[in-house]
């Protein structure tokens, strides 16, 4: 079995996609690959919110690809630190509608609400097509995406530091 290829992408500012990321780390700016030195979050605000997916853009030996799960298994998130998402294993909302990314909203409302999980999830908790448990079809060969995962550190003014040493992974399988 010849496995499909995958990247993860992030979507900026007017709708610019970049995929080849050489990290996911969240700041001050809302640009892809940021240093967090040059745009550090000042405690007590938000970092931008990252929209990301995962997209197939060759499908190898496979038909489709489902059962998609990330989750933060390394790092620790730091006191005064709520590392929030959309992601969710039940009760999925369903893909999310690309919003310029923000760093300002932080209401009660806020939909992108639950914290990041920190273990492997036991179900499926990002979607395709809108919906959790439904698989991409990638015998076509032509690239698909998932539902965004959308991200954001929310800080409050005691907060040293937000996420030290995180890695974020993802996981799905592959249909011959």
Known sequence: ???ATTDLYETNGATVVTGGLSNVN????????????TYPIV?????????HRIGCSAKGTSTSLNNWKVWLSSGAI???VSFKTNLRE???E??????????TDRSA??????TFPTSTPTLTN????????????????????TDYIVSQLQTTAGANQGLTGGVITYQYDETS
């Open 109 to 114: 409302t806020y939909k992108y609400s639950q």
């Open 94 to 103: 369903g893909a999310q509608t690309y919003n310029t990314p923000s760093a």
């Open 126 to 145: 990002l979607g395709y097509g809108g919906t959790a448990g439904a698989a991409m079809d990638i015998s076509s060969g032509l690239t698909k995406y």
């Open 43 to 51: 405690a007590g605000t938000n970092s931008f919110e990252k929209w």
């Open 26 to 37: 969240m700041g001050s700016n809302d640009s892809y690959n940021i240093v967090t030195a």
């Open 78 to 80: 730091t006191a005064n």
């Open 90 to 92: 039940a009760g999925y």
């Open 1 to 3: 079995m010849t496995a």
